[in-house]
């Protein structure tokens, strides 16, 4: 088992998935993940730090590497961090594949945090891709006090140009990795997971999540049809009762 630490792993975390969630809540920390990526070469699954991120007030959210600034009620200014997941530094990715870089993005969100649509495009010039994402999530509190549970649902369209970035194999990497040349058309993925959350004290919480993934392409990147990750670890609650 090969173990990766740093903080390019999944990075999104959502705790208030609630449609409609007004009142102030954020939270910050690390976990330790346990999964195997869609994109590793590697049988066994490998061990690595995520950092979570969420906050959500008045004038917007941050989820994860998505910010978004409440422009008027129910539409936002989205900013976005791509990071990059096809990348022998992050995943151990077929040999003779290059890297893709990670890049900024710039759009919009319409809805809540638990029930939104984001329009995302690169403003880096690294694909000029653009994607949208749906996501949809609620939470529900359990008959143990101070435990509760989110599950969560998220479809993903990248376009020609994004989908090339992340699947798209080369000639010249068809010769080097021996994989065969793949040029990509739009692409579906498909997330879905549960958060629990539990105040083990005053403005401590212990978060674990369960995550699976599934990208609706055939290229031979991709290692697995069925990406998936296990989580646990401790935030500090910043913002909200």
């Known amino acids: 088992m090969r173990k990766k630490l740093g903080l390019f792993s999944i990075f999104i975390v959502s705790p208030v998935v609630a449609e409609g969630v007004t009142k102030e809540y954020g939270i910050v920390g690390l976990s330790t993940t346990y999964g195997q990526s869609v994109y590793s070469t590697e049988s066994s699954a490998s061990i690595g730090i995520t950092p979570n991120l969420f906050y959500n007030g008045d004038l917007g959210f941050i989820d994860g590497s998505l910010f978004n600034y409440n422009a008027f009620r129910y539409l936002g200014l989205s900013a976005n961090w791509r990071f990059s997941e096809v990348n022998d530094s992050v995943n151990d990715i077929v040999n003779g594949i290059d890297n893709r870089d990670g890049n ?123 990406g998936w990750s296990t989580e646990i670890g401790i935030v500090y609650q910043f913002a909200g009762n």
């Not at 694909?127 to 435990?147: A, Y």
């Open 104 to 226: 900024p993005e710039l759009g919009f969100t319409i809805g809540t945090p638990g029930a939104r649509i984001t329009y995302l495009h690169d403003v880096a010039n690294e694909h000029n891709g653009q994607e949208v994402q749906v996501h949809l999530g609620r939470v529900f509190e359990t008959p143990l006090d101070k435990f509760s549970i989110s599950p969560y649902l998220e479809v993903l369209w990248q376009d020609k140009k994004l989908s090339q970035h992340l699947y798209g194999v080369s000639a010249a990497e068809s010769i080097a990795s021996g994989l065969q040349r793949f040029d990509a058309d739009d692409t579906w993925v498909y997330k879905t997971g549960l958060i629990g959350l539990y105040e083990v004290m005053d403005n401590w919480v212990v978060i674990s999540k369960v995550k699976l993934e599934h990208h609706d392409s055939n290229s031979g990147l991709l290692q697995r049809d069925l």
